[in-house]
């Protein structure tokens, strides 16, 4: 088992930027993929970055390329999510996610950490 616990959200206003953290515990020997999804209210939850274990394969959302980046530190099992540049329309809860391969799909990941809300003001 693993836990994952998100932090960093909040309310910034567009243009503005937000760095999440997601710490891991538990089972962590295992070498993991790594990312974020996010969910709007009314929408599917949607990949926003993902990265496997090395940090040498990634993979984002069309909508945050260019604007996002993710990394992660394995000494502190933690992957990062700098957010650039903010708009109205990445308002979303963000989760971070454990799983063993590198994929765009939800339903590929086996851990869930509980989200953490960001919000974008016009």
């Known amino acids: 088992q693993v836990q994952l616990l998100e932090s960093g959200g909040g309310l910034v206003q567009a243009g503005g930027s937000l760095r999440l953290s997601c710490a891991a515990s538990g089972a962590t020997s295992r070498r993991y993929v790594m990312g974020w999804f996010r969910q709007a209210p009314g929408q599917n939850r949607e990949l926003v970055a993902t990265m496997g274990w090395s940090g040498g394969s990634t993979a984002y959302s069309d909508s945050v390329k260019g604007r996002f980046t993710i990394s992660r530190d394995n000494a502190k099992n933690t992957v990062y999510l700098q957010m650039n540049s903010l708009k109205p329309e990445d308002t979303a809860v963000y989760y971070c996610?454990?799983?063993?391969?590198?994929?765009?799909?939800?339903?590929?990941?086996?851990?869930w950490g509980q989200g953490t809300q960001v919000t974008v003001s016009s």
């Open positions: 996610t454990a799983g063993p391969i590198l994929s765009g799909r939800a339903a590929s990941y086996d851990y």
